[in-house]
Nanobody, 126 residues
Framework: QVHLVESGGGLVQAGGSLRLSCAAS????????MGWFRRAPGKEREFVTS????????YYADSVKGRFTISRDNVRNTVYLQMNSLKPEDTAVYYCAAHRQPWADLSALAPDFGSWGQGTQVTVSS
């Protein structure tokens, strides 16, 4: 198991930016693909983006493509989510997650991720 702690959420106006961080501990972070998911009020959890264990490959949901950027620092055991041009519909609790298997390819499927953070609230006002 890996322990994940998100930070960086908050309240921002539409069009603004936030950067979320997810600090990992407990296993070899650099061996695992990572992902960000979100859950808006009254909605199902949805995939946002994921990054391969090396950081060389990324994948984005259509709703955030071109606005959000995922990255990772395998020395600091941290994954980041840079969110630009935020919209009210981006309001949600954002969760980072680590893939169940080392060296696995990146994924957009929540069941592929075995460790989850506690979430950080992002609120975008119109």
């Amino acid at each position: 198991q890996v322990h994940l702690v998100e930070s960086g959420g908050g309240l921002v106006q539409a069009g603004g930016s936030l950067r979320l961080s997810c600090a990992a501990s407990g296993r070899t972070f650099s061996s695992y693909a990572m992902g960000w998911f979100r859950r808006a009020p009254g909605k199902e959890r949805e995939f946002v983006t994921s990054i391969s264990w090396s950081g060389s490959r990324t994948y984005y949901a259509d709703s955030v493509k071109g606005r959000f950027t995922i990255s990772r620092d395998n020395v600091r055991n941290t994954v980041y989510l840079q969110m630009n041009s935020l919209k009210p519909e981006d309001t949600a609790v954002y969760y980072c997650a680590a893939h169940r298997q080392p060296w696995a390819d990146l994924s957009a499927l929540a069941p592929d991720f075995g460790s989850w953070g506690q979430g950080t609230q992002v609120t975008v006002s119109s």
